[in-house]
């Protein structure tokens, strides 16, 4: 038997929104192995274990795959939205770094729609233009790369989408976001509070920079901030394609 | 008959990768607008009538659709990847800034997966933390526009995601964006050059800043330019989640 891994992105809730390729690979899978909530969306069959683990234990669980992939295992690694954006791709890389057999393991990175996209499309088409994505939890990172990637995005031009707003034991981090913005975006520019997009507690909320609070965000909310371009035209936000 | 206009994305070209979203809504259409080769992934069917147009006439093709849609017909304007970013959203947008029916008229947008991410799931996971999105074509902004964006990245540590890195039209464009990323990026890191990705044509390559050249680009490539920190194991690229 031939093991192997894949890492699947299954979007950001509303089943409509998994690929074939992801459905395809849980299919075959023998094994599902994530964080509690997104493996809750497999549905169990007969010759498939489900593997949920917690928030925060990523590289214990990538090595769990791989060791299982390398025992002759068929191991779907499952992520919401995209596995490359801020997910588990990433991990399932970092924990590959310690083992021997690194290239003799069958690994495929399989694409999904990565939350930014999903509330862009509920919103209009913000990100129409070059934008950036930034993951604004300090968990990984010190809060000043965090506040060194807003500053060069909104002097760029960029259109933004944060993930990773707001978490319980950050409360007062996104607030000293917003403030950064208010110094380097003027107060028309407009911010989409985008929360669990395609799923039944979707909610959307566009307001502009000087209306911002942080309790418009939540750990399930993506923001999306404009450019200076973004503007509306009826319910929708759009950033046009040219820039003049 | 009550008539709408979904604008779907059909993602980078493997039919694996379009949502079931996607396809419902193509399911139900009765009129599909794009551009000729998007148009062609499209299969025919009674009742279904196929508009394929030109390059360079989105806005002619978006006017066009949501003139159907106003008289009753279900249209899908289709784009590649997602049609939110770099596609068919943002000019659909445009087109609607000059009806008075704006919010009258029913429009769906459907995510789909754009080209950067199913390249870099093929190279493992280069936008694995903070990245920007820009389009290198000076068709709708001037280059000195380009050059502030890729700058401003640069500096900010973002990994980057190019789309229409070279075109016949401008073929020393791309050359002049090696240069500047030379200004502000050592000479090892790592670029990805994924042409057609999921398709018969696709071939994957990675390079250093240092070996790149304009010639590894062409109009079917999505250059992904990893951050300071994007490194390789085994075959893989990725950007590891956390910064010290």
């Excluded at 549905?43 to 214990?60: I, M």
Aim: with cysteine; charged share 25%.
């Amino acid at each position: 038997m031939t093991g192997w891994v894949a890492v699947a992105g299954l979007g950001p809730g509303d089943d409509a929104l998994i690929t074939p390729q992801a459905q395809s690979a849980l299919a075959e899978a023998t094994d599902v192995v994530g964080y509690g909530p997104y493996v809750a969306r497999v549905a169990p069959r007969p010759g498939l274990v489900l593997h949920p683990s917690d928030n925060r234990v990523e590289l214990e669980r990538a090595a769990h795959a791989l060791d299982m992939a390398a025992a002759g295992r068929r191991v779907v690694v499952v992520s919401s939205g995209d596995p490359g954006v801020f997910a588990m791709a990433a991990a399932l890389f970092e924990a590959l770094e310690t083992r021997a057999d690194a290239d003799a393991l069958d690994i495929r990175i399989l694409p999904g729609i990565t939350a930014m996209l999903a509330a862009a499309a509920r919103a209009g088409a913000p990100l129409g233009h070059d934008f950036a994505a930034i993951n604004l939890s300090d968990n990984l990172k010190p809060f000043a790369e965090v506040e060194r990637r807003l500053r060069h995005a909104a002097r760029g031009g960029f259109a933004m989408a944060f993930y990773n707003p707001r978490s319980k034991a950050r409360p007062h981090q996104f607030a000293r976001v917003l403030e950064i913005l208010r110094e380097d975006c003027t107060p028309d520019r407009l911010v989409i509070f985008a929360r669990a997009v395609s799923t039944p507690d979707e909610a959307l909320r566009t307001v502009t920079l000087a209306e911002a609070t942080p309790e418009m965000a939540d750990m399930r909310t993506v923001v999306i901030v404009g450019s200076e371009a973004t503007r509306r035209v009826g319910r929708w936000v759009y950033t046009p394609r040219s820039v003049p």
